[in-house]
């Protein structure tokens, strides 16, 4: 085991080292660009045995990377945001395609502005393409979950890509210890790569040709069924890896404090770390507070979601993403997994979009708000304030005539 | 290369969607014929995604990889690399040549950046474009190859801009072999294929697909008016190799005037799509344009060749 | 009060279908016997034929051998052959598809 202290952006680069990637293709993207920078140089330095195709675009990138996956080699792409978005077509296409693959995004604001401080919005939008999403809050977890990921993905029940999220800056750009397992713990770990079909000189086959809609919808539930059988292999891969390294982060969901709770607040990604901060202040004060990380978004832990939250009296749910016109996604996802199976009441607060800064203070007293019955409204912004700024640039915009 | 010598092995299977007629099943034909089976194959949405038939079963006897419109240059990296590792590792004993197969759509349109992407880093595939100068497989809509004057169901009254060339503009990225090709010149198609699988790199080979319902042509004159492309001007055929360009087949022999020149009119007016090129006052005039383009761009290349000669012909005495 | 959640329970969940994804098989005939397409069928003069092959080469369907047999079950009649053929050795003749064959 050795031990690193680094960015994200570099624990990332040296887990698919680890994993022994054969194929990465990948377009830079502040703030992602350390991951295929770290890559370059290992390969550069002779540590990583890998052909790394430096595409011209993002679009390029997942489809190099599929045609890589089609010829049977354990491949690997990282994005972020606007990449992830010029993608999209191709993202449905990777899912569809039955191949196993693995990409980093990393959770970074969409534009206009150029916003590259994190929210989740680049990958919730993603979240319909057939991908599983995994996120991290820690740099550890990220070293782990990559590692996972193309377990995961390359588990025969399974067979669809996994894309593992991390937030910009706070874990991509961020100086923290990590600890990499040894080379002969992944071989244990990781079996030789292995998919449902290939591109096979022997014996030759034609993928994604016309399907008409007598048969199309299938091929369908087929990834659907492929997301219920994740939910076991995630938790399997997650066991194995602990029993070989000694380290876990939860399988669909990691639960802080729960076992007592009668509140709890429901984050992905870095915000839960600082929830975790959030929930000690409220027991502190009183409050019987717990923490659920959803550390798998898709599959979208239903069962657990039920079971965690179910028998509490109310729960926040903290979105660092906006279905506008509706509400935070992962609320609305939380709602339908305990849709007719419990009576607690359940809460948004849509917060820290474009890196806006999210201190635990506002956790606590958005939950005491919650639990004292002081709270109206279903969804609220509570960091949201109109500054001098906003008000220089909508009188310029005034001036338009 | 003759005829005779061309592999009796059929790797396309008759049976397929293709149109009566079909300019891209004969191009397949041919092409599978000159690489074999050790051929991956990569086609982009085009005409060739759909005649290959539908689920689940194919015309092609190949793998093969069907992709999204704009990427094909970057599956032929993805592909190529990945075999490129397989070898490394000593888990493909053969190279198989990689072969990305798209559209005029594909290559000149929205595939364009894909390729010039690929084409800079040298990714190692060969890359056909059969060109029908048009977005055939959606119905005809005019794409950045379809020629001046020519009716789309989107440029209804002919097209007003002369079309690009992407053979040119992947000469112009330096690669190791860039070729074009014509139905009419089988052997010539053939030998430029196995040329382009004998090289390193990203090679280019642009052949030209006249459409039956496309151009407006019956069914039996494909191949009819690939010849004419050819014995006009119309379509060049050449290859360019180590910076050089060289000129092939019918063409070589209209610049070395081994034979005529045939008017434009002649493979004009055998396609419905210019057929108001003929009608009302301007006719003639439009025609005429048409024909001083093409004089002007074979009078330099008889200028060029000529002076090459008379170059050599120089060196020699010296 | 505390309520526990309920149990939720398998309500009419399709069985499991596997892997399916759309992989296409190789196949002669893969849109059917594409001879019933046809208006016109070429047929072939033994005496005038010399091999020259380019009827064989030129077949967009590869419906002709390198023996020059033409396969009428998957021939779409495109007409291709009988134009290109320097003996016109081969004519397309409209097809009687009442008895099957040409006239």
Partial sequence: MSRMVDIANHVAAHAVKLARVGVVSAYPITPQTQVIEEISALIDAGEMDCEYIPVESEHSAMAALIGAAAVGVRSFSATSAHGLAYMHELLHWAAGIRLPMVMVNVNRAMGPGWNIWCDHQDSISQRDTGWIQLYCHSHQEVADTVIQAFRISEDPRVILPVMVNYDAFVLSHSYMQAELPEQEQVDRFLPPFRSAWRLDLDNPLTHGSVIYPNDYEEVRLSMHQAHDNARRVIAEAADEYREITGRYHGALVDLYRMEDAEYALVAMGSLASEARVAVDALREDGLAAGLLRVRSYRPFPREELAEGLGGLRAALIIDRDISFGMEGALFSDCKAALYGRSEALLYNAVTGLGGRDVPYTVMVDELKEIAAGKRREPVSWPTVRLNRHHQDSREGMQRCG | ?318 | MVKRARKDEDKGRPEDIGIITTLSVPTVGSVGKTGSWRVFVPVKDEARCNKCLLCWIYCPEACISKDIEIDLDYCKGCGICAVECPRKAIVMLKEDKSGGGAP
């Fill in chain 2, 1 to 318: 290369m003759r005829l005779k010598d061309f592999p009796a092995e059929e790797l396309f299977l008759k049976g397929s969607a293709a149109c009566a007629g079909c300019p891209g099943s004969m191009a397949l034909r041919v092409a599978f014929k000159a690489l074999g089976r050790n051929t991956l194959l990569v086609v982009i949405a085009s005409c060739t995604s759909v005649l290959q038939s539908p689920f689940p079963y194919s015309a092609l006897g190949l793998p093969v990889l069907n992709m999204a419109f704009a990427t094909g240059g970057a599956v032929g990296a993805g592909v190529s690399a990945a075999v490129n590792y397989l070898v490394k590792k000593g888990e493909l004993r053969e190279r198989p040549t990689v072969l990305v197969w798209a559209g005029d759509g594909g290559t000149y349109d929205i595939g364009i950046q894909a390729l010039s992407g690929a084409a800079e880093r040298g990714d190692d595939f060969i890359y056909v474009c059969y060109n029908n100068e048009a977005y055939s497989n959606t119905g005809t809509q005019r794409s950045g190859a379809t020629p001046y004057a020519a009716w789309t169901s989107n440029t209804i009254s002919g097209k007003k801009e002369w079309r690009k060339d992407v053979a040119q503009i992947m000469v112009a990225h330096d690669l190791p072999y860039v070729a074009t090709a014509s139905l009419a010149y089988p052997t010539d198609f053939f030998s430029k294929m196995q040329k382009a699988a004998s090289i390193r790199g990203t090679k280019y080979i642009e052949m030209l697909a006249p459409c039956p319902p496309g151009w407006k042509f019956p069914s039996d004159s494909t191949v009819r008016v690939s010849r004419l492309a050819v014995q006009t001007g119309v379509w060049l055929l050449y290859e360019h190799e180590n910076g050089r360009t060289t000129y092939t087949a019918g063409t070589k022999r209209i610049i070395d005037g081994q034979s005529e020149q045939v008017p434009v009119a002649e493979y004009l007016k055998l396609q419905g799509r210019f057929r108001h090129l003929f009608q009302g006052e301007e006719a003639d005039g439009r025609v005429a344009e048409y024909q001083q383009r093409i004089d002007e761009v074979l009078e330099n290349l008889r200028f060029a060749s000529k002076l090459r000669e008379r170059l050599m012909d120089l060196e020699i005495r010296r």
